[in-house]
């Protein structure tokens, strides 16, 4: 009988590692890239009052989908990519749990609705898409399952059709005379249609057989493992929304929650870059850890990156944020160029407060993941509160700011606490080269093309000189390369 090699099956898995969240970031960016051109769009036709009711409904609906979704995307990857033995019981019951949760999350979103919209036209706007917590966590569970299983390869596939149709549709409508209504129409029609494909699919190509004989022995730990699963996502979606969410609620003018909304969108979007590469890195990140080998230092790499990215992107944004606002979204959305140009700072901190939660989570440090995630959210409320007398973009601007940074100082003092590193320059030397170069953007002293190069020009010289990225850092990143492709 013919031996296999030993590295076969390493090699395997790593190839399937990166099949698998290849398909999840290129969903990503296709999600985040359709709907930032569609919000574009939708600028143009609408206003900045129409497009503040979006958003919101959006921010809200996202938030009560987190908690629809009961911590299933999780515990499907840990028991599905354990053992399909049981498959078929195992997603019967934790369907039935998503359906039971989500229609308690609709009921409440509509209650909350009602109790505090009192413009009729945008409480029947958001009603909408509270109506699309049902379909969306149903087919975002369908996605569980296909991760989990490891064939995720039709993920962007559904994406790009079913956003591309959204858009279409939705244009088409405003074109034809169609409004705001009109619009939370088509995305909840959209995510129907994606829920009925996917179950579809479930059934047919993954072979899974569904069923709603349920266990209690089964059900009780179910909902146990996923309840802390649950809160970890819940603040994380919250920390992302407080800023719309709370001038939403704190303050009439729904245009102001669209050039906030607008600016978060573009940062959204941007920080996928610094957060693909992270995500992709997880799970060999956390085996390299339990396995006492390059965890530590693939941590490190990856948390200074972001730092970096975040920093060379900030720079950009603060130059350029406000010129690429008006050009894409027109004049009238002045005031969210303006936020961009500050909130681009937020990038780097951002990326690593919610690296910093996932990766704890992923070396044991599950109690930590939640302290941070507390303090990130209660001090973004509390900032925001107190700072809405001064300005609401304002204070929604520095509350998700300085809320981050916040977030990213505990996070890396987490990380080197659990990880026992030596010295504190790994973090200190990426942070002080990022602040180099935001004095430069910040002095004024220069305009701000100038001061842009200037100040890129400050960031890659101080990561040079600090040397904040070494030769080991390259050979992590080249083991890591070789093991993920084969």
């Given at each position: 009988?013919?031996?296999?090699s ?29 709907g ?75 209650v ?80 129907v249609?994606?829920?009925?494909f ?45 800023g ?15 050039y ?25 990140l956390?085996r ?28 950009l ?33 951002y ?9 704890l ?43 981050n940074?916040l ?9 080197h ?70």
């Open positions: 009988m013919q031996s296999k030993p590295h076969s099956r390493p090699t395997l898995f790593g190839l399937t590692l990166a099949r698998n969240f290849g398909a999840l970031s290129l969903s990503q960016v296709i999600a985040r890239a359709i930032f051109l569609y919000m574009i769009a939708l600028a143009r036709f609408l206003g900045p009052d129409d497009v503040g009711i979006i958003v919101y409904g959006v921010a809200l609906y996202i938030v009560l989908t987190s908690v629809a979704m009961f911590g299933q995307g999780v515990f499907l990857s840990t028991r599905l990519g354990r053992s399909r033995c049981n498959a078929d019981t195992v997603v019967s019951h934790s369907l039935a749990v998503v359906l039971a949760v989500a229609l308690l999350a609709m009921i409440a979103g509509a909350f609705v009602r109790l505090s919209e009192p413009d009729p036209k945008a409480a029947l706007a958001v009603g909408l898409f509270v109506a699309t917590i049902g379909p969306r966590v149903v087919a975002g569970w369908v996605r569980h399952c296909s991760v989990a299983l490891e064939q995720a390869a039709w993920i962007p596939k559904y994406e790009l059709a079913f956003r591309v149709s959204e858009a279409v549709a939705g244009l088409s409508l405003l074109l034809l005379g169609g409004g705001l209504l009109a619009i939370c129409a088509v995305h909840l029609a959209a995510w249609l994606e829920c009925c996917a179950v579809r699919r479930l059934s047919r190509v993954e072979g899974l057989k569904l069923h709603f004989r349920l266990d209690r022995r089964f059900l009780k730990p179910l909902l146990r493992a996923s309840l802390y699963f649950t809160l970890s996502l819940l603040l994380l979606n919250l920390h992302a929304q407080i719309v969410l709370g001038l939403r609620l704190l303050q009439p003018d729904s245009a102001v929650v669209g906030f909304g607008i600016a978060l969108q573009f940062i959204t979007t941007v920080i996928l870059l610094p957060l693909t590469l992270g995500q992709a890195a997880l799970p060999a956390s390299g850890y339990r396995r006492g080998g390059q965890g530590a230092a693939e941590l490190v790499l990856v948390l200074k990156l972001a730092l970096i990215t975040g920093g060379f992107l900030a720079v944004a603060h130059a350029y944020g406000a010129s690429i606002i008006t050009t894409l979204f027109g004049q009238r959305f002045a005031e969210a160029g303006a936020v961009l140009a500050t909130l681009g700072w937020v990038l780097g901190p990326a690593v407060t919610v690296l910093a939660i996932q990766l989570n992923g070396i044991g440090g599950r109690g930590l993941a939640t302290i941070l995630a507390v303090v990130m959210a209660l001090g973004q409320i509390v900032i925001l509160v107190v700072c809405l007398p001064f300005g609401a973009l304002m204070a929604a601007t520095a509350a998700l700011l300085v809320a940074c977030g990213c100082l505990l996070g890396v003092l987490f990380i606490r659990r990880l026992g590193i030596e010295g504190h320059g790994w973090w200190l030397r990426p942070a002080l080269a990022v602040g180099a170069a935001g004095a430069v953007m910040w002095s004024g002293v220069l305009p701000d093309g100038l001061a842009a190069a200037v100040a890129l020009a400050v960031l890659l010289l101080s990561t040079w000189l600090l040397r904040i990225f070494q030769s080991r850092d390259f050979d992590v990143f080249r083991t890591r390369l070789q093991a993920s492709t084969g």
